[in-house]
């Protein structure tokens, strides 16, 4: 059922806070077949484990494969992790903790794991297929439900001696700000997520703001999809703007802060919310960011959007994959 020119198959899987996106790729980087399933994260872990093994058998079905046609699987997490036993330790997005998501996944498809944190198998998509090409240092951060970031340093991703380094959405940006689903207080990803901006806004609305996200925005704990956000934002709605706008200057403030500490050569800016948002959203984080890079003076640091949108993790963890377990060349 394969080809010659497909070479080793690899099962990518990209576990995120909402969805479960899941593709069948090959050694030339192509996604054979995908699915996508919703991810059940408040229903625990028998829940998420057939949810996970649903969406892989569904993309392999969708490329008309057998789990017997691909040779390993890659997945990128929420954690923290311990990325060597593929255990998801605990996470701010998922009502689970010590899941063994490595075993999960190789009892179900009887080939080798590889396990990454989900941001960083994402960054590592971009870094090798997208708007990372050709460079070494990257900062990217992806904007979605939670906010994750990636570290790559002269080529590689930077995990730490914790193997969870790279946490751009816990950084602390506003003192004893709004709790995070971590636990602390003033996480970026508490202020500039899209579920802190869904809340802002159901917060305004308790005040009696007039928004066409009324309807959506029931309570604070409302799934607003980035979409609706985007179009309440291009359409000039007053609360819209103003929760996008002050995300972006957030963002801009954690993510010139580390220009400043690390000199990447390009900060990358990915994630539902700035797909949906567009160029737009972007400049926003680049004025922002700029306005606190003070090591940057000559704008040396390149701040671009993602390419790759939804297919970053799927490739980014079948890359991790393939490199780990079938030797294959890698892009350069």
């Known amino acids: 059922m394969t080809t010659h020119t497909e070479g080793p198959l690899v099962l990518g899987i990209d576990l995120g ?15 054979l077949g995908r699915a996508k399933e919703v991810t059940p994260a408040r229903e625990g872990g028998a829940a998420l484990q057939d949810a996970l093994i649903e969406a ?45 998501l490595k075993d999960t996944l190789h009892q179900a498809f009887g080939v080798p794991v ?27 951060a992806f904007i979605g439900t939670g906010i994750g970031g990636c570290l790559i340093r002269d080529g590689a991703i930077v995990s730490g001696v914790t193997n969870n380094a790279g946490e751009i959405g816990h950084l602390i940006v506003k003192a004893n700000g709004p709790k995070c689903g971590c636990g602390r207080r003033g996480c970026l990803e508490a202020v500039a997520s899209r579920t802190a901006i869904t809340r802002r806004i159901h ?14 925005v029931r309570n604070k704990n409302s799934r607003l999809k980035s979409k609706e956000l985007s179009n309440a934002y291009r359409s000039g709605d007053p609360v819209a703007v103003h929760e996008v706008e002050r995300a972006a ?21 990915g994630g539902g919310v700035t797909e949906a948002l567009g160029s737009p ?30 297919d970053a993790g799927v490739l980014g963890a079948s890359l ?10 890698t892009l350069t």
């Open 17 to 31: 806070g909402t969805k479960i996106l899941a593709g069948v790729v090959d050694a030339e980087h192509r996604i």
């Open 56 to 100: 892989g058998r569904n993309a392999l079905a969708a490329a008309g494969l057998e789990p017997s046609d691909i040779a390993a699987l890659g997945i990128g997490s929420p954690g923290p992790l311990d990325v060597e036993a593929g255990v998801i330790r605990s996470s701010p997005n998922l009502n689970v903790v010590d899941f063994p």
């Open 114 to 140: 590889a396990v990454q944190n989900d941001v960083r198998v994402g960054g590592y998509g971009e870094f090798k297929l997208g708007a990372g090409r050709g460079y070494r240092d990257i900062v990217a």
């Open 203 to 216: 917060k305004a609305i308790k005040k009696g703001a007039s928004t066409p996200l009324r309807d959506v």
């Open 249 to 269: 200057r957030f963002i801009g403030l954690a993510l010139g802060g580390l220009i400043n500490v690390l000199g990447p050569e390009i900060v990358i800016i």
């Open 281 to 310: 959203f972007v400049e926003l984080v680049r004025n922002a960011a700029r306005g606190q890079a003070m090591a940057d003076p000559d704008r040396r640091v390149h701040i671009e959007q993602a390419e790759l949108g939804d």
């Open 320 to 329: 991790i994959a393939r490199e780990r377990y079938l030797s294959a060349p």
